[in-house]
């Protein structure tokens, strides 16, 4: 199959229409669409990304209209939700109305609803005519894609369609938020204080005990093709001295990433952004992928996970998948 990256929303629209999959760009991440009641263009998304088939989708809608047609009901909570960050980063988990296939939901009696914060991506949402049911357009396992080109790379021969959107400009996925539980069951850039602010007590997933309520979070995710060792603690400075003397023994490439910039006198390729956590959750993907080919291992000095610094750390601990140091 040919893959065409185009920035025609009405060829997207249609693609969707007759079945077909079209990918776009939101404000978090690119997403791989379909008509959320079309159940065998559904179950192409599953395919072109290798995912697992109990691990939900996000419907994506250009309306609170559109969003209480695919909820059960629609509670002053979730008016008050939607409107504090709609469009925005963030995905509500809510009781799922019966129009919505298993195939999205995973079987689960909920539904993960978002109203994208990129005019493109709402206008090809409203072109569609229907919900459009799409996880993050990468191969499952893999960074999420931040840039059209990032998704070319990922699946060309696999879609038909990439609509250029222009670039995440969040970088990160959605905060996934339960209503019910009142739990993040994903961190995102909308944090956990911002949604207290608008719904009382929250708590955070940690997904240690027990199957996580988000089916997704308990995956590999984010492996770029080299690895990621991730340094917490007190003495973060000290260990990554070693480490990187080690990778030199071993003639082993490396590159640190030193998101606030602590880190004095250490030798090597720093990436850093003197703190600027917005910055680095934008560019975060962005920058794990532009490394591949180029590294053999990334050294990274993890933050305090408070903030936007919950969700980049989130994203840190999985990319490490195991190689995580504390000090
Ligand atoms: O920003 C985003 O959320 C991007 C863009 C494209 O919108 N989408 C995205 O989708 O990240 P995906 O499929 O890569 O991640 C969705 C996460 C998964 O962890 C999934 O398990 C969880 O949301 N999820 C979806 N529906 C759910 C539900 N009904 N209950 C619990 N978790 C759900
Ligand atoms: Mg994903």
Excluded at 99 to 116: E, K, W
Excluded at 213 to 227: E, F, I
Aim: with cysteine; aromatic share 6%.
């Amino acid at each position: 199959m040919e893959t065409k990256i185009v920035t025609d929303i009405d060829v997207c629209a249609r693609a969707i229409k007759g079945g077909e999959l079209a990918a776009f760009g939101t404000e978090t991440v690119y997403g791989l669409g379909a008509s959320c009641f079309d159940e065998q263009a559904v179950a192409k998304i599953f395919e072109a990304k290798g995912r697992p088939s109990d691990n939900p989708l996000i419907v994506h809608v250009c309306s609170l209209e559109q969003a209480k047609t695919v909820a059960k009901e629609w509670t002053e909570e979730m008016d008050r939700l939607a409107k504090a960050f709609w469009p925005g980063p963030f995905t509500m988990v809510v009781k799922k109305a019966e129009n919505i296939p298993d195939v999205v939901s995973a079987g689960l009696g909920t539904v993960g609803i978002r109203m994208p914060g990129n005019f493109l991506a709402v206008e090809f949402i409203r072109m569609c005519g229907v919900p459009v049911a799409a996880p993050s357009a990468n191969t499952s396992g893999r960074p999420s894609p931040t840039k059209a080109m990032h998704v070319y790379q990922d699946m060309a021969g696999k879609i038909p369609y990439i609509l250029d959107c222009g670039d995440s400009v969040k970088g990160l996925e959605s905060t996934v938020y339960d209503v019910e539980s009142k739990t993040v069951l994903r961190p995102g850039v909308i944090t956990p204080e911002d949604i207290a602010k608008v719904a009382g007590d929250v708590g955070v997933s940690r997904g240690e005990k027990g199957t996580p309520k988000s089916p997704g979070t308990k995956y590999a995710h984010y492996h770029p093709t080299y690895r990621v060792v991730l340094v917490r603690g007190k003495n973060i400075a000290k260990k990554i001295e070693e480490l990187c003397k080690s990778a030199n023994q071993a003639e082993e490439k490396y590159v640190i990433l030193d998101i606030k910039g602590i880190l004095k006198n250490i030798s090597g390729e720093y990436l850093s952004y003197d703190g600027d956590l917005n910055s680095a959750a934008a560019e975060l993907y962005s920058l794990l992928i532009s490394y591949e080919g180029k590294t053999d291992v990334m050294i990274v000095a993890g933050i305090e996970p408070k903030g936007i610094g919950l969700a980049i750390m989130n994203r840190l601990e999985r990319a490490a998948a195991g190689n995580i140091m504390d000090t």
